[in-house]
């Protein structure tokens, strides 16, 4: 049986407030709080309290979790002055914000300098993994900090410790990496497949459970042939975590070409074909509109 434990989360946009409903399900005592506070309203309906600012929700809390957009937004949090009077020795402050593996260590050295532990765990399993608890979670830090708040991230996934500081955040750019160049297959096989004359579903059908089978293949495939891009995860989110795995290729000297083709053309359709806040798998239309297709 879980022994709940006092909770706040910080930000409760697509992933944050499916990711609280499971901590509540789990039994966890939970704070919310999110900037606009319309978007934490369905969490204190469901039974989650809430403060009037981030400090008041953090105070008192063992556990801090941040589910931000990016290191640099989770910098601004830790330097609101009723954040920082807010934190106190003993706390353990989770970033499951996607972010530069240099914010995540440079934040966990801030903190321990007073006592409070930290972990980067950024996750992969986009909306449906958030409302289902099934977050792939990405852990670095502590290893014993990580099995201290077991039960927090089981509430919402699969957690795996994968090395120090950083680490966390260094997989999940690896993630990215995967995710964005697979969509980007997925798309020129689905596009084929479609001006050839074949049945994109049975496409999908057939290579079920095949070498050329994935996650990307069955759900964004999907969306791709129904032309659903309401977003799961963000095509702007997805061109900033390509950036950060550049900038981290390019500091230990490496070159990583099909990232580099795919994070140009998800800039090209987020810049210049208005799809920044369409989902990731909107790089069809990209395709499409490269082809001169509608």
């Known amino acids: 049986m879980t022994t709940p434990r006092k909770i706040t989360l910080i930000g409760t946009g697509l992933m944050g407030l499916p990711m609280s409903r499971n901590l509540m399900k789990a039994g966890h005592d939970l704070t919310v709080w999110n900037r606009n506070p319309e978007k934490a309203a369905p969490l204190v309906a469901e039974g989650a309290a809430t403060a009037a600012t981030a400090g008041e929700a953090i105070a008192g809390a063992e ?31 989770i970033d499951m914000s996607s972010a530069k593996p240099d914010h995540a260590r440079a934040q966990s050295a801030a903190l321990a300098a007073r006592g409070i532990a930290h972990l980067d765990a950024p996750v992969s ?9 099934s977050l792939a979670i990405m ?13 927090v991230f089981d509430a919402m996934g699969r957690a795996v410790h994968v090395g120090p500081s950083g680490a966390g955040q260094l997989c999940k750019l690896a993630n990215q990496t995967i995710v964005a160049v697979t969509i980007s297959a997925v798309a020129e096989a689905t596009l084929l497949a479609e001006k050839g004359g074949a049945d994109p579903a049975a496409l999908r059908a057939a290579l079920r459970g095949g070498f050329a089978d994935s996650v990307i293949l069955q759900q964004h495939g999907e969306r791709m042939s129904e032309g659903n891009f309401t977003p799961g995860g963000l095509s702007v989110l997805q061109l900033k975590d390509l950036d950060n795995t550049l900038a981290e290729a390019a500091a230990v000297g490496l070159t990583l070409p099909s990232t580099q083709s795919v994070r140009d053309r998800f800039a090209r359709f987020v810049h210049d074909l208005d799809g920044a806040e369409k989902d990731h798998s909107g790089l069809y239309l990209e395709l499409k509109e490269r082809n001169g297709l509608q």
């Open 63 to 93: 556990v801090v979790i941040a589910m931000l957009s990016d290191g640099v937004a989770t910098q601004a949090l830790l330097d609101d002055p009723g954040v920082d009077a807010a934190l106190t020795k003993g706390m353990v402050w």
């Open 125 to 133: 399993g986009g909306t449906k993994g958030a409302e289902a608890g």
């Open 139 to 151: 852990v670095g830090g502590d290893a014993q900090i990580c099995e201290s708040v077991r039960s």
